[in-house]
């Protein structure tokens, strides 16, 4: 089989990659490049040679042709502008999400020749082939599942895509890597929003929607306590980087008209937690589900709700955790599970 493997210089697609080869598969590699790590290099040190120098001795290791592709303009349309509109608005974007739907199996599967059956990456995920259809099945490593951030694919995109690592534990692929002697054996996993690379987040915000003080106030009797430098720089059920004593102290809401950021103690911060979602614009990775008892992720880690959807109307999913959660924010992404299958996701209002 002909496979479009996508590389990182990391240890993860690197692996994949030498699997592939064992499995006899005809393999060639591709690099994306994306626009930040040009256009906004100045802000710190930006991955691109490091990730090539890597990407170019595993290729040269087992004679795979490599090469690169620009994706800088589908990376701003379809990912960053989003990200920058959502921070603007107060809400919590997760590009990730998007980056993974609309850049990897979107823009990179149109650009790539279809004599490619299939496209690898090193995602810790897997797919179950159904026959007329493929479903997502969370990763066994619950820390490392991606599943949160593959939500968004669709049955299109799910025949055409293989994770070669997706049924391994982490702690496994390094020794893979070791046994492989591949020269990025050693190299540390990468951290953050997948276009940032070592750009620290912050410094990417600033330099889109800059500074404006604004005052912190505690939600619990409406006195200022603190200032802060944009309601944008911060995120509901933050804890770290406020600056206030006498904490800790956790962000529970932001009113983006008057720039004001609302904390609470953690006295009383549960207080706020919720117990009920309100969703919108689900995106099912077959279809939406038939039973109304599932498990949720708020975002992504090991943590997984009990719950169930009491209503669907409009367009609109509510749902209703069996506990609460104190860190739910609008514009995060509520993600749905059978078990260990991911079924989609949904923006929360």
């Not at 959502?86 to 993974?100: A, M, V």
């Not at 179950?128 to 479903?135: N, R, Y």
């Not at 912050?202 to 306590?225: C, R, T």
């Not at 078990?339 to 996701?345: E, F, I, N, R, T």
């Amino acid at each position: 089989m002909k496979i479009a493997v996508l590389i990182s210089g990391g240890v993860d697609s690197s692996v994949a990659l030498r699997l592939l080869l064992d499995q006899g598969h005809e393999v060639h590699a591709f690099y994306l490049k994306i626009w930040l790590e040009d256009d906004l290099a100045f802000l710190g040190e930006c991955p691109w040679e490091d990730d090539m120098l890597h990407v170019r001795k595993v290729c040269e290791q087992y004679n795979v042709p490599m090469e690169i592709v620009p994706l800088q303009k589908e990376y701003w349309d379809r990912v960053v502008d989003y990200a920058i509109r959502e921070l603007k608005q107060g809400r919590t974007p997760s590009p990730d999400i998007f980056c993974n739907q609309r850049i990897k199996f979107g823009a990179f599967f149109d650009a790539i020749d279809d004599s490619f059956e299939k496209v690898a990456t090193g995602h810790y995920a897997q797919t179950e082939d159904c026959g007329d259809h493929v479903l997502l099945k969370r990763a066994p490593d619950p820390v490392k599942d991606q599943t949160y951030f593959l939500s968004h694919l669709n049955q299109k995109q799910m025949q055409r895509i293989l994770f070669p690592i997706g049924h391994l534990q982490k702690n496994a692929v390094r020794e893979l890597a070791e046994q492989f002697d591949l020269p990025n054996k050693n190299r540390k996993d990468s951290q953050g929003i997948c276009f940032l690379g070592k750009i620290k987040y912050p410094d990417f915000v600033k330099a889109h929607l800059g500074e404006k003080e604004g005052a912190i106030v505690d939600i619990n009797n409406g006195k200022s306590i603190g200032t802060h430098n944009g309601f944008w720089f911060h995120t509901i059920g933050q804890r770290t980087g406020l600056g206030l004593g006498g904490g800790p102290w956790y962000v529970v809401k932001k009113e983006p008209d008057d720039n004001i950021v609302f904390v609470a103690h953690a006295d009383h911060y549960k207080e706020d937690a919720k117990d009920s979602l309100l969703v919108s614009d689900a995106s099912w990775i077959y279809k939406a589900p038939e039973k109304g008892d599932l498990q949720f992720k708020l975002r992504h880690g090991p943590n997984m709700l009990n719950g169930h959807i009491t209503t669907i109307a409009n367009g609109q999913i509510e749902i209703k955790l069996e506990e609460k959660d104190s860190g739910v924010a609008p514009g995060q992404f509520c993600i749905f599970y059978d078990g260990d299958y991911c079924l989609g996701g949904a923006a929360i209002l």
